[in-house]
């Protein structure tokens, strides 16, 4: 399996999941010319700009650490964009969702609330 569709069906996962605890989901694949955002979503008083993050089990690194301080910049200036074109009064929070597979089965999804 390509990273890039292992990251499709991680991001899927993750949408489902925050389908599942009551988010809703208001934008995938969010691109500006700053970058994207894997997830868009809203809940309770909170807009969440998410990046998803999918890795096999057994890997060296948590999914995690894959987000710098350089992709955390452009998700911000991503979400600046969003917040400004939909004028959202909610409150913007970063997350990071964890996605970890073994084998192409889920294994785990952790979400990592205001995670910068």
Same mark, same amino acid.
């Given at each position: %399996?390509?990273?890039?569709?292992?990251?499709? %069906? #991680?991001?899927? %996962?993750? &949408?489902?999941?925050?389908?599942? $605890? /009551?988010?809703?989901?208001?934008? &995938?694949?969010?691109?500006?010319?700053? #970058?994207?955002?894997?997830?868009? &979503?809203?809940?309770?008083?909170?807009?969440?700009?998410? +990046? =998803?993050?999918?890795?096999?089990? /057994? /890997?060296?690194? %948590?999914?995690?650490?894959? =987000?710098?301080?350089?992709?955390?910049?452009?998700?911000? /200036?991503?979400? +600046? =964009? *969003?917040?400004?074109?939909? $004028?959202?009064?909610?409150?913007?929070?970063?997350?990071?969702?964890? =996605?970890?597979? $073994?084998? $192409?089965?889920? *294994?785990?999804?952790?979400?990592?609330?205001? &995670?910068?």
């Amino acid at each position: %399996m390509t990273a890039r569709l292992l990251g499709a %069906m #991680g991001e899927q %996962m993750a &949408a489902r999941y925050l389908r599942d $605890n /009551g988010y809703h989901i208001k934008a &995938a694949n969010y691109r500006t010319r700053i #970058g994207e955002i894997d997830i868009i &979503a809203s809940k309770g008083k909170y807009i969440c700009f998410i +990046e =998803v993050k999918t890795r096999r089990r /057994g /890997g060296y690194l %948590m999914p995690k650490d894959a =987000v710098d301080e350089c992709k955390e910049r452009k998700i911000i /200036g991503s979400a +600046e =964009v *969003y917040m400004a074109y939909k $004028n959202s009064k909610l409150l913007p929070r970063f997350d990071i969702i964890e =996605v970890l597979l $073994n084998g $192409n089965d889920l *294994y785990k999804i952790n979400h990592i609330k205001g &995670a910068f």
